[in-house]
Structure formats: C-alpha cells, structure tokens
C-alpha cells in the first residue's frame, strides 16, 4: 500500500513539474516551427528569467510578479534576434536550405554571448532563488505549493497560448506564416514582423519558465545548457508546432523523470528520455502530435 | 616588389622555405618544454576535431553536435585498454568504436530531417557521460580514470601523425565520388536522391569517417591526462570547440577548419587562463559576425586581402606614375 502511495505522489510530482517543461517547449516549438531556427539559446533565455527573477526579488519584487517585467524584456530580446541576426542570417544565404544550418551556428554563438554575458555579471554561483515553499500534505507526501503554483501558471499560459494561436489575428497570421511564408507575404502578412513577433513570444515563455524553475531549484548561470536538451527533447516527443503535444510530452517527460529518480537511479533519467526519443523517432518521427 | 607578383613567380621557393622551416620547427618539438608542448597538443586535437566535423557537418549541411560523444570514447577506450594493449592498436581500436557508434547513430537519425539529427547529437553528449556514469557505479565500482602516464613528446608526434593521416584521408575523400555525393546532398538532398545517390548510406558512412579521427583523437590525447572521468571526458565543450574553430576559420574549405582549430587551440591555452569568460564571449561575438558577414571565415579573408592590397598597391604605383607624367 505504502508502494502505490509512494508512486501516485512521484506521478503527481511528476505531472506538476511537466507543466513547466511543456511550458518551456511551447516556445521553442514556436520557434522552429514558424522561425526555422532551432534555437539553442533557448535553455539561456529561461536561466536569464530564473536569474532576473531572483534579481527582482533581492529588490523585494514579489516572484510571481516577476514575470510582468521579466517576460517583456526577453520578448524584447527575442524580438530583436530574430528581427536583427536571424533575418540577416537568412537575407545572406546561398540557398533557402542553408539557412536552417546556418541560423543553428548563429545561435551558437549567441548562446555563448548571452551565458558569458550573464557569468560576468551574476557570476557562476548557485543562488537561493526557492519561494513558496511550504508543503501541502497529499497522499503520503509532501507537495510544495511553488510546484501547484507552478503548474497553474504554466497551464493558464499555455491555454492562453492555444487560443491566442487558434482565434486570434495575428495567431492566424502565425500559422500562415509557417506553413507557407511567400503565401502568406501576398496575403498582406508582414512576415518579418511576424517572425519576430514568435521568436519574442517563445523567449518570454522561456522567462516565465524561468521565474517558475527558480521558485523551485536554485539558479545559477550555468543551468542554460541542460534545460535546452531538455527543451529539445519534450519538442520533439510532442511534435514541432503543437501546443498540446508539448504539454502531454513535457508532462510524459516530468513522470518519467520523477519516477526514474525515485525508483531507479537519477543519472540515468536523460538517457531514459533517450531512450524513449529514439523509439519514438523509429515508430513517428513527427512526434506525438505532430502533423506531416 | 608587387605582392601579388611576389606570390605567383616565387610559389615553389616561398613553398619549400615554409616546409622546410614546418620540419625544422617538428624536428626541434622535444626540446619546447613540458608547458608548450601541452599547447601544441591540444592545437593539434581542436584541428582534428574541426576538420573531420567540418567534413560532415560543412559539406552536408547536417549540423552535428556530437563529437565530445566520440572524442570522449576515445579517451574512455584507451582507459579500459591502456593495460591490456599496446596504443597504436588502442588508437586503432577507439576509431572503430566511435566508428560503430556512429553507424548506430546515423542509422536512427539521419533518415530524418536535419533538425531532428542534430537535436539528436545535442543529447548525445549528455546522454552517454551518464550511461557511462551509472555503468561504472553499478558494475565496476570505479569513479575516475587514471591513465599511465606517457612523454607528452611522444604523444605529440603521435598526435602530429593522426592529423596528418586525417588532413590526407579528408583530402582523399574530398576528390572522390563519396566527397561528391557529399556536396551534391549539402547543395540539395532531393535532386541529389534523384541523380541516384543513396543519400541514406552516404550521409551515414561520411559521419561514421568523421567520427573515426575524433575517437582516435580521444585516444591519443588521454595518456597526456593523467586523470579523467566521465564529466570531464564527456564534456560538451568539446562538441562546441570544433564548430566554433571551424566556423571562425571557414568550414566550407580543408585548410579552413586546421587553421581555425590551430589558432583556437592556441588562443584558448595561452588567454583563457586569465580571461576565460570574456574570451568565450568574444568568441561568441566573432562566431554570430563571421557567419553574418564572412560565411568562407579567416580563411576566406587571405585573397580578399590579397587583391585588396595588391589593388591598392598598383594603384599607388600608377598614381605615382602619374605624377611623374604630370611632372615632365
């Protein structure tokens, strides 16, 4: 009886902290499929939302509001990229094939940019960000409410994600935009702007994620890289370009991190992943949900 | 003296005096020092390293982000052999480890579109550091790898060869039909499968060659050690320093990436010490505005400096040519 107690608590944790995960995907699945950059600064955007948001509290700026500042700066930021360095990239290419690969050893670069940036100003330590952290009682264990809250935050963004990409304008424009971009430019759609517009929504969702992760962990600098392969990962279980997909892979992805670590042994959870992705990639290579 | 000119009439004398004084400076390598010789070495590994993953990754266009996977097998194979083999046959034997992983890899991923490639090999690099990990802790009960320690001159010149066997065995598969193959699917996979390439069995066995010098690499470099463990010989640095060094000295040519990973290598061991962080930085800043604004890299920058001074020097002649003309 304890067994299955034990398990359904590592299930719920599990689903909670998927959530985030999903979250955190949502954005980079904007971005590659729309903007056609894998986005490997993505993991960056989300330390510089943990670490603003622990910044923000140091100055007595409550976490959960946190992200009414933190997102628009990195919406500003992605903005910027993609208007800026991806758009340049992309003008400047041999062939329209090229620039996927090319877009990639660009945000190499600015991945190690925005990391080395960071590292001289917050340095390399690990800093106390956690908040809300008291524990529900719930079958057993102990949750903490930073996880619900977490999961509630993650959850209403993501539905507010969906239906800002399904009912809204400019979500139509977006998905225009990526199935057919020559189309959609005759169509009356200013593409460019609407790049831009994706790749500032997928960092501030990053940013959120962040302000939601370093409720959680303590942040520091160096978190960036493997949050990214995490990211890349629940993308591509999920499929490229479906929200919902996302968040059933991050949640799968949360579950089975949560019930490797408790009942087997936690170096071994990024090569469970693995090992799933490659099944996956076997059987449906688009992913979970995701379309031809 | 015309500089332009200077290069054409004087190419073989200018060719001879520069291999004469590469042997004079490989003859002289014992007597550098321990401190210069460790430079040299790791010069030696991030050239090996760029080149073969500019080979796949430059013509092909599949960006890969997985050699510290190969390199750091390498690195492993020679600690489970050091005491059963002699390391030529490691060096060998690492090679085709990282030869079969490879396949292995290659099989699974490179069916599909590139992106799905190289989010792949991005886990790669975490996913087998922690397979290994968990191996060592449940079955051999050994955490970090002690290396029996070699000359470090010997594994120069040990290193020195394998790059040379790798710029020919690169060079070789450039000019063959296989280099062929390679371009045509990196300038456009589809007409190239119609011209009846198999794209399939070419992208996977070109990964597989490039992976080959990058375990061997591994294998050579680790008795230079001392110690090692998973983390370290696994780390994703490694993946990240053969594309930066490729990309900075232009990964569409052979002598690009060597100079790029030479260089790199240099300037990593001489100012990372004492400016790491914003060396990395300027790193990242000269990669974004290399691949913005000089998609050939340094390498490409040589004839456009080359016609620009000449340019500006035949100028200058004929204005003063001028002048006298005017003058008289």
Same mark, same amino acid.
């Given at each position: 009886?304890?067994?299955?107690?034990?398990?359904?608590?590592?299930?719920?944790?599990?689903?909670?902290?998927?959530?985030?995960?999903?979250?955190?995907?949502?954005?980079?699945?904007?971005?590659?499929?729309?903007?056609?950059?894998?986005?490997?600064?993505?993991?960056?955007?989300?330390?510089?939302?943990?670490?603003?948001?622990?910044?923000?509290?140091?100055?007595?700026?409550?976490?959960?509001?946190?992200?009414?500042?933190?997102?628009?700066?990195?919406? #500003?930021?992605?903005?910027?990229?993609?208007?800026?360095?991806?758009?340049?990239?992309?003008?400047?290419?041999?062939?329209?094939?090229?620039?996927?690969?090319?877009?990639?050893?660009?945000?190499?670069g600015?991945?190690?940019?925005?990391?080395?940036?960071?590292?001289?100003?917050?340095?390399?330590?690990?800093?106390p960000?956690?908040?809300?952290t008291?524990?529900?009682?719930?079958?057993?264990?102990?949750?903490?409410?930073?996880?619900?809250? #977490?999961?509630?935050?993650?959850?209403?963004?993501?539905?507010?994600?969906?239906?800002?990409?399904?009912?809204?304008?400019?979500?139509?424009?977006?998905?225009?935009?990526?199935?057919?971009?020559?189309?959609?430019?005759?169509?009356?759609?200013?593409?460019?702007?609407?790049?831009?517009?994706?790749?500032?929504l997928?960092?501030?969702?990053?940013?959120?994620?962040?302000?939601?992760?370093?409720?959680?962990?303590?942040?520091?600098?160096?978190?960036?890289?493997?949050?990214?392969?995490?990211?890349?990962?629940?993308?591509?279980?999920?499929?490229?370009?479906?929200?919902?997909?996302?968040?059933?892979?991050?949640?799968?992805?949360?579950?089975?991190?949560?019930?490797?670590?408790?009942?087997?042994?936690?170096?071994?959870?990024?090569?469970?992943?693995?090992?799933?992705?490659?099944?996956?990639?076997?059987?449906?290579?688009?992913?979970?949900?995701?379309?031809? | 003296?015309?500089?332009?000119?200077?290069f054409t009439?004087?190419?073989?004398l200018?060719?001879?005096?520069?291999?004469?004084?590469?042997?004079? =400076?490989?003859?002289?390598?014992?007597?550098?020092?321990?401190?210069?010789?460790?430079?040299?070495?790791?010069?030696? $590994?991030?050239?090996?390293?760029?080149?073969?993953?500019?080979? =796949?990754?430059?013509?092909?266009?599949?960006?890969?982000?997985?050699p510290? %996977? *190969? =390199?750091?097998?390498?690195?492993?194979?020679?600690?489970?052999?050091?005491?059963?083999?002699?390391?030529p046959?490691?060096?060998?034997?690492? @090679?085709?480890?990282? &030869?079969?992983?490879?396949?292995?890899?290659?099989l $699974?991923?490179?069916?599909?579109?590139?992106?799905? &490639?190289?989010?792949?090999? &991005?886990?790669?690099?975490?996913?087998?550091?922690?397979?290994?990990?968990?191996?060592?802790?449940?079955?051999t009960?050994?955490?970090?790898?002690?290396?029996?320690?070699?000359?470090?001159?010997?594994?120069?010149?040990?290193?020195?060869?394998?790059?040379?066997?790798?710029?020919?065995?690169?060079y070789?598969?450039?000019?063959?039909?296989?280099?062929?193959?390679?371009?045509?699917?990196?300038?456009?996979?589809?007409? %190239?499968?119609?011209?009846?390439?198999?794209?399939?069995?070419?992208?996977?066995?070109?990964?597989?060659?490039? %992976?080959?010098?990058?375990?061997?690499?591994?294998?050579?470099?680790?008795?230079? /050690?001392?110690?090692?463990?998973?983390?370290?010989?696994?780390? %994703?640095?490694?993946?990240?320093?053969?594309?930066?060094?490729?990309?900075?000295?232009?990964?569409?040519?052979?002598?690009?990436?060597? $100079?790029?990973?030479?260089?790199? @290598? =240099?300037?990593?061991?001489?100012?990372?010490?004492?400016?790491?962080?914003? *060396?990395?930085? @300027? &790193?990242?800043?000269?990669?974004?505005?290399?691949?913005?604004?000089?998609?050939?890299?340094?390498?490409?920058?040589?004839?456009? /400096?080359?016609?620009?001074?000449?340019?500006?020097?035949?100028?200058?002649?004929?204005?003063?040519?001028?002048?006298?003309?005017?003058?008289?």
């Amino acid at each position: 009886m304890a067994e299955a107690e034990r398990l359904l608590g590592l299930i719920t944790i599990g689903i909670l902290a998927g959530g985030v995960y999903g979250l955190l995907a949502v954005g980079l699945s904007l971005q590659i499929g729309v903007c056609r950059v894998l986005n490997i600064t993505h993991g960056e955007f989300l330390m510089l939302g943990g670490i603003l948001t622990f910044t923000f509290s140091q100055l007595g700026i409550n976490p959960l509001l946190a992200p009414v500042i933190v997102g628009p700066i990195l919406f #500003g930021l992605g903005f910027l990229l993609q208007a800026t360095l991806f758009r340049g990239v992309k003008a400047r290419v041999p062939s329209p094939s090229a620039f996927e690969g090319n877009a990639l050893l660009a945000a190499f670069g600015v991945m190690y940019v925005i990391q080395y940036l960071a590292r001289i100003r917050f340095g390399t330590q690990s800093l106390p960000s956690q908040y809300l952290t008291q524990p529900v009682p719930y079958v057993g264990i102990n949750l903490a409410v930073n996880l619900i809250v #977490g999961f509630a935050i993650a959850a209403a963004l993501g539905i507010a994600v969906y239906l800002f990409l399904t009912r809204s304008r400019v979500g139509k424009a977006i998905r225009a935009t990526a199935e057919d971009p020559p189309t959609a430019e005759l169509m009356g759609v200013n593409t460019n702007t609407i790049l831009a517009v994706c790749f500032g929504l997928g960092g501030l969702l990053a940013a959120v994620a962040g302000t939601l992760v370093s409720m959680r962990t303590p942040v520091s600098t160096a978190m960036g890289f493997n949050n990214t392969v995490i990211a890349l990962i629940v993308v591509t279980l999920g499929g490229l370009g479906s929200v919902p997909g996302s968040f059933i892979a991050g949640i799968i992805i949360g579950i089975v991190s949560m019930l490797v670590a408790g009942l087997w042994e936690s170096v071994l959870i990024v090569p469970v992943y693995y090992a799933m992705l490659m099944v996956l990639l076997l059987v449906r290579p688009t992913g979970i949900l995701g379309k031809k | 003296m015309n500089i332009t000119r200077l290069f054409t009439t004087h190419r073989k004398l200018l060719l001879m005096g520069f291999l004469i004084l590469l042997i004079a =400076f490989v003859l002289t390598f014992p007597l550098y020092g321990g401190a210069r010789t460790r430079v040299l070495i790791t010069m030696l $590994v991030y050239a090996i390293l760029a080149m073969s993953w500019a080979m =796949f990754s430059g013509t092909t266009g599949y960006m890969s982000l997985a050699p510290a %996977a *190969f =390199f750091g097998t390498g690195i492993y194979t020679t600690y489970l052999l050091q005491n059963h083999l002699p390391l030529p046959i490691i060096i060998v034997a690492a @090679g085709l480890i990282s &030869f079969v992983l490879a396949v292995l890899l290659g099989l $699974v991923t490179l069916r599909l579109k590139g992106i799905y &490639f190289t989010i792949f090999t &991005f886990g790669l690099v975490v996913f087998i550091p922690n397979v290994v990990t968990y191996v060592e802790g449940e079955v051999t009960q050994h955490h970090g790898w002690y290396f029996n320690v070699l000359d470090r001159t010997i594994i120069l010149y040990t290193m020195l060869g394998l790059a040379v066997v790798t710029v020919l065995a690169i060079y070789l598969i450039r000019r063959s039909r296989l280099g062929l193959a390679m371009q045509s699917i990196g300038g456009n996979e589809e007409a %190239a499968e119609h011209m009846g390439i198999d794209t399939t069995r070419t992208k996977v066995l070109t990964f597989a060659i490039s %992976a080959i010098f990058m375990g061997a690499a591994g294998a050579v470099l680790a008795p230079s /050690l001392s110690y090692s463990n998973p983390t370290i010989a696994y780390s %994703a640095f490694y993946s990240f320093v053969p594309i930066v060094a490729a990309v900075f000295g232009g990964m569409g040519s052979l002598q690009g990436p060597i $100079v790029g990973g030479l260089l790199f @290598g =240099f300037l990593e061991k001489t100012l990372k010490v004492e400016w790491n962080t914003y *060396f990395m930085l @300027g &790193f990242g800043i000269i990669i974004v505005l290399v691949i913005l604004f000089l998609p050939t890299g340094m390498v490409g920058l040589v004839p456009i /400096l080359r016609d620009k001074l000449g340019g500006a020097i035949s100028k200058w002649r004929k204005g003063r040519e001028g002048e006298q003309h005017a003058n008289t």
